[in-house]
């Protein structure tokens, strides 16, 4: 069954993946154990989310990634791998930024840099998205996703254990500097990988409207026409729905499990062992799995398993809350959360990979996934008040219960596809 990951493309995905997975979480859980160890106040570090605000926006400038070319740079190499290595070289280039900030003296600039490695990470992962989606035959779908996300997670191993490890040893800035030049591997994958064919996009906006392409009209029409496609289909809202409940649970747990098992006692090196070293491994193991299942089962099975998978996870997190501060229940905790994590990531990007068609790949998928991205920044930003006022069990509970509609939306959506609803003007047209 593992013979489905060993093909160069899916390698190359993988260390795509990698460099995509390193800023995240230095924008995220690193960064809140940071500022948690400086005492910011969790209702600010709720707020700090708002920095990986480009994850929910990268929609708004994915159009110019499918459409526009980089001027100079795109003599030398493909449009693509142009957009590529510029986002590569911000991604260095502001993370070793944010390292260097301070933000027990100004804690704005250093949100700002957070911001910008946001900024730059997500036009990574639109090119990234675009590559798994062109590349890749339909049967291999969850496979790409599969590898993909597990580059991600030990992205984010390395971003999350490595640079914990790093700031126990050297300090926080220099565990950033070092941690930005691992993403130096994503331009050697850049540079080996083979551009998949692409259609004209601006001569058949040219042809469609039958109008010289002047700037403004070339702009208007590369969004519409980006995006009509999936606009039109019956089934859209029940999309939108869907994606923003499925990231519910799991971007709560993401968030604001760093300064809960702080307050639980649990020391930097045990968070690194427990929650970054081993959770990523479980996280990657549900990813293999995920490709697995959905290759065996299809994906429709996969996701109702993800469904009740997320609602175990943040049951798992109120047994912890109970307990405190002990080690076994920790494992066991993250064991579940992980494991449900990598499977859940693979489903979830295999499934929106469905929806998206060539020649506005990098479009399609990223407002699907930007849906996402903004349920997870908006849960994120209050997530902190919840656990300010309500407690740490009230928080966990109310994010297992988002899990329960997902299963109506899977089988309303597949309903939409196979029964797509007449419209008045097919009606009159008949």
Same mark, same amino acid.
């Given at each position: 069954?593992?013979?489905?990951?060993?093909?160069?493309?899916?390698?190359?995905?993988?260390?795509?993946?990698?460099?995509?997975?390193?800023?995240?979480?230095?924008?995220?859980?690193?960064?809140?154990?940071?500022?948690?160890?400086?005492?910011?106040?969790?209702?600010?570090?709720?707020?700090?989310?708002?920095?990986?605000?480009?994850?929910?926006?990268?929609?708004?400038?994915?159009?110019?990634?499918?459409?526009?070319?980089?001027?100079?740079?795109?003599?030398?190499?493909?449009?693509?791998?142009?957009?590529?290595?510029?986002?590569?070289?911000?991604?260095?280039?502001?993370?070793?930024?944010?390292?260097?900030?301070?933000?027990?003296?100004?804690?704005?600039?250093?949100?700002?840099?957070?911001?910008?490695?946001?900024?730059?990470?997500?036009?990574?992962?639109?090119?990234?998205?675009?590559?798994?989606?062109?590349?890749?035959?339909?049967?291999?779908?969850?496979?790409?996703?599969?590898?993909?996300? =597990? !580059?991600?997670? %030990?992205?984010?191993?390395?971003?999350?254990?490595? /640079? $914990?490890?790093?700031? +126990?040893? *050297?300090?926080?800035?220099?565990?950033?500097?070092?941690?930005?030049?691992?993403?130096?591997?994503?331009?050697?994958?850049?540079?080996?990988?083979?551009?998949?064919?692409?259609?004209?996009?601006?001569?058949?906006?040219?042809?469609?409207?039958?109008?010289?392409?002047?700037?403004?009209?070339?702009?208007?029409?590369?969004?519409?026409?980006?995006?009509?496609?999936?606009?039109?289909?019956?089934?859209?809202?029940?999309?939108?729905?869907?994606?923003?409940?499925?990231?519910?649970?799991?971007?709560?747990?993401?968030?604001?499990?760093?300064?809960?098992?702080?307050?639980?006692?649990?020391?930097?090196?045990?968070?690194?062992?427990?929650?970054?070293?081993?959770?990523?491994?479980?996280?990657?193991?549900?990813?293999? =799995? !995920?490709?697995? %299942?959905?290759?065996?089962?299809?994906?429709?099975? /996969? $996701?109702?398993?993800? +469904?009740? *998978?997320?609602?175990?996870?943040?049951?798992?997190?109120?047994?912890?809350?109970?307990?405190?501060?002990?080690?076994?229940?920790?494992?066991?905790?993250?064991?579940?959360?992980?494991?449900?994590?990598?499977?859940?990531?693979?489903?979830?990007?295999?499934?929106?990979?469905?929806?998206?068609?060539?020649?506005?790949?990098?479009?399609?998928?990223?407002?699907?996934?930007?849906?996402?991205?903004?349920?997870?920044?908006?849960?994120?930003?209050?997530?902190?008040?919840?656990?300010?006022?309500?407690?740490?069990?009230?928080?966990?509970?109310?994010?297992?219960?988002?899990?329960?509609?997902?299963?109506?939306?899977?089988?309303?959506?597949?309903?939409?596809?196979?029964?797509?609803?007449?419209?008045?003007?097919?009606?009159?047209?008949?």
């Amino acid at each position: 069954m593992l013979s489905i990951y060993f093909h160069r493309p899916l390698l190359i995905l993988l260390a795509l993946g990698f460099v995509s997975g390193v800023p995240f979480l230095l924008t995220l859980s690193t960064l809140s154990f940071w500022l948690t160890e400086i005492r910011v106040s969790k209702s600010i570090i709720g707020l700090f989310m708002l920095a990986s605000l480009p994850y929910s926006l990268k929609f708004l400038w994915s159009p110019f990634i499918d459409s526009f070319s980089i001027p100079y740079l795109t003599k030398f190499f493909s449009r693509r791998k142009s957009w590529s290595l510029l986002a590569q070289a911000g991604i260095l280039i502001s993370i070793m930024a944010l390292g260097l900030s301070n933000p027990a003296k100004n804690l704005y600039l250093t949100g700002i840099f957070a911001f910008l490695v946001s900024f730059f990470a997500a036009t990574q992962d639109i090119i990234t998205d675009t590559y798994r989606i062109e590349l890749l035959h339909e049967k291999s779908t969850g496979a790409g996703a599969a590898m993909e996300s =597990i !580059g991600f997670r %030990l992205g984010m191993l390395t971003s999350g254990a490595g /640079t $914990l490890y790093l700031a +126990a040893c *050297l300090g926080w800035s220099a565990a950033y500097c070092v941690t930005a030049l691992t993403g130096t591997l994503g331009v050697l994958a850049i540079l080996m990988l083979k551009d998949p064919p692409l259609e004209n996009t601006k001569q058949e906006i040219k042809a469609k409207t039958k109008q010289p392409l002047n700037l403004l009209n070339s702009f208007y029409q590369t969004y519409s026409n980006s995006w009509k496609h999936l606009l039109k289909k019956p089934y859209f809202p029940y999309l939108l729905m869907f994606i923003f409940c499925f990231k519910m649970g799991d971007t709560v747990l993401n968030s604001m499990s760093t300064p809960f098992l702080y307050e639980l006692g649990f020391s930097k090196i045990e968070y690194a062992n427990i929650s970054k070293f081993f959770g990523i491994s479980m996280m990657v193991s549900g990813g293999l =799995i !995920g490709g697995i %299942l959905i290759h065996q089962l299809g994906i429709t099975q /996969t $996701l109702v398993m993800c +469904a009740t *998978l997320q609602t175990l996870s943040c049951l798992m997190f109120m047994i912890q809350a109970q307990v405190g501060h002990v080690l076994s229940a920790l494992i066991i905790t993250i064991a579940v959360e992980s494991f449900c994590s990598g499977l859940c990531s693979t489903a979830f990007i295999a499934y929106l990979s469905k929806f998206c068609k060539s020649p506005f790949t990098a479009s399609q998928f990223t407002l699907l996934y930007s849906v996402g991205s903004l349920s997870r920044v908006l849960i994120s930003t209050g997530s902190g008040w919840v656990a300010d006022t309500y407690g740490w069990m009230i928080l966990f509970f109310l994010s297992s219960l988002f899990s329960i509609p997902i299963l109506y939306l899977v089988v309303k959506i597949k309903h939409q596809q196979r029964h797509p609803s007449i419209t008045p003007s097919h009606q009159k047209n008949k």
